[in-house]
């Protein structure tokens, strides 16, 4: 390539003839100069720097003595880079530099005198691992959820209520002004009967699917519908991540694809056809993984009867206070003082009339021990 260039010919086109970059064909004329070409070290040269600074040995001998005096002896109980660079500078002698805290912490890891360890990222529990038969794929969980705050120019409000099953991520989303029980009950109705029962509904704690708070140990409409349909409800922890980690994510890709795309002068009409758009879409894009999910029961060919006296079975899902108690509709009940501010799964058995509360841990989602049993007295009206 030097020899083509020092014939004349153009620098660009020794480089395509060659098939190199213009600046590495330039990186070798500035290696070879004027000189001969055999008189060139054409060998390949280290990467390294040519001057490296490193703290003097002397210098990391006396921080890390700093370090050990400090540990011991320190009235603060404090060794680290900033006590230690203190300490160094207390005892300075004129003019004589002293290291920073970044160079400091670096010369207590080159030498393993750091005390943290790392931290340890363990693998995220399996989907449904808080419901042994939803983890063994032996029956299929509905997540609800409701996306709030949504505003037309105008100034009406939009509310979305969404539904994602765990294992198939068949999904439903139904645009309205205002989600209240007896909208969900309707929508959950219309899901059912079309896509067939799930083993588990599962939703947050708020009133339009639990019910209200103003009397303890009763149940909502929504409660009333699934043990009307042998549908299991399941109630997350409050403030607790990722047991709606499903329908939440849902909830974000529906607000970027449908809301986030429409003007804010659409009105309820225009959003409706787009999310029915979105939502089929999204079932012909996971058609394979529907198609594998858990088979659903068939709707019964009655309708339920919602007003009869509920019976089945209720989850709550729950961290126990700092005495090892939970709230259950309301109510209180003692599981454990050594399972305190931890999860539980609360079953209540409405044909047994009993709680039943087993422990949960992330950190091995296999063992679920029973914790503690109590019997369940139901309330005079089950419903106001």
């Known amino acids: 390539?030097?020899?083509?260039?020092?014939?004349?010919?153009?620098?660009?086109?020794?480089?395509?003839?060659?098939?190199?970059?213009?600046?590495?064909?330039?990186?070798?004329?500035?290696?070879?100069?004027?000189?001969?070409?055999?008189?060139?070290?054409?060998?390949?040269?280290?990467?390294?720097?040519?001057?490296?600074?490193?703290?003097?040995?002397?210098?990391?001998a006396r921080i890390l003595e700093h370090r050990r005096e400090l540990?011991?002896?320190?009235?603060?109980?404090?060794?680290?880079?900033?006590?230690?660079?203190?300490?160094?500078?207390?005892?300075?002698d004129g003019g004589a530099a002293v290291p920073s805290l970044r160079t400091i912490a670096r010369v207590l890891e080159r030498r393993g005198a750091l005390d943290a360890t790392r931290r340890v990222r363990r693998p995220a529990p399996p989907p449904g691992w808080h419901l042994p038969d939803v983890r063994a794929r032996a029956a299929e969980l509905d997540s609800f959820d409701v996306i709030e705050g949504l505003r037309f120019r105008g100034g009406s409000w939009l509310d979305v209520l969404t539904g994602i099953s765990l294992h198939g991520a068949l999904a439903d989303a139904w645009p309205m002004t205002g989600v209240a029980s007896a909208r969900v009950v309707l929508a959950l109705t219309e899901r059912w009967r079309t896509e067939g029962l799930p083993g588990y509904a599962q939703f947050d704690n708020d009133t339009r699917f639990i019910g209200g708070w103003a009397h303890p140990n009763s149940i909502g409409a929504v409660i009333r519908l699934c043990l009307a349909l042998g549908v299991v409800p399941v109630?997350?922890?409050?403030?607790?991540?990722?047991?709606?980690?499903?329908?939440?994510?849902?909830?974000?890709?529906?607000?970027?694809?449908?809301?986030?795309?429409?003007?804010?002068?659409?009105?309820?009409?225009?959003?409706?056809t787009s999310s029915s758009a979105y939502v089929a879409a999204w079932r012909g894009r996971h058609?394979?993984?529907?198609?594998?999910?858990?088979?659903?029961?068939?709707?019964?060919?009655?309708?339920?009867?919602?007003?009869?006296?509920?019976?089945?079975?209720?989850v709550f899902l729950r961290?126990?206070?700092?005495?090892?108690?939970?709230?259950?509709?309301?109510?209180?009940?003692?599981?454990?003082?050594?399972?305190?501010r931890r999860l539980v799964r609360a079953e209540l058995d409405l044909d047994a009339r009993r709680l039943r509360f087993f422990g949960l841990r992330r950190r091995d989602p296999d063992d679920q021990p029973l914790l503690a049993e109590a019997a369940y007295v139901p309330p005079e009206r089950w419903y106001r």
Do not use: K
């Not at 700092?322 to 399972?339: A, Q």
């Open 1 to 60: 390539m030097v020899a083509a260039v020092r014939d004349g010919a153009s620098q660009r086109s020794v480089a395509r003839r060659f098939g190199v970059g213009l600046a590495t064909l330039q990186l070798w004329l500035a290696r070879a100069g004027d000189g001969s070409l055999e008189a060139v070290d054409w060998r390949d040269r280290s990467h390294a720097p040519l001057t490296v600074r490193r703290t003097a040995a002397e210098l990391e």
């Open 71 to 92: 540990r011991g002896q320190s009235a603060l109980g404090e060794y680290g880079p900033a006590a230690i660079r203190r300490a160094l500078e207390a005892g300075a």
């Open 235 to 272: 109630f997350v922890p409050p403030r607790e991540m990722g047991f709606q980690a499903s329908v939440e994510a849902f909830n974000g890709r529906w607000q970027q694809a449908v809301w986030g795309r429409r003007p804010m002068e659409a009105d309820l009409p225009a959003i409706e």
């Open 287 to 314: 058609a394979v993984r529907i198609e594998a999910a858990p088979e659903r029961r068939p709707f019964p060919a009655e309708p339920p009867d919602p007003r009869r006296p509920p019976a089945g079975r209720l």
């Open 319 to 340: 961290r126990t206070g700092d005495t090892g108690r939970v709230e259950v509709l309301g109510l209180r009940y003692p599981v454990s003082r050594l399972w305190v």
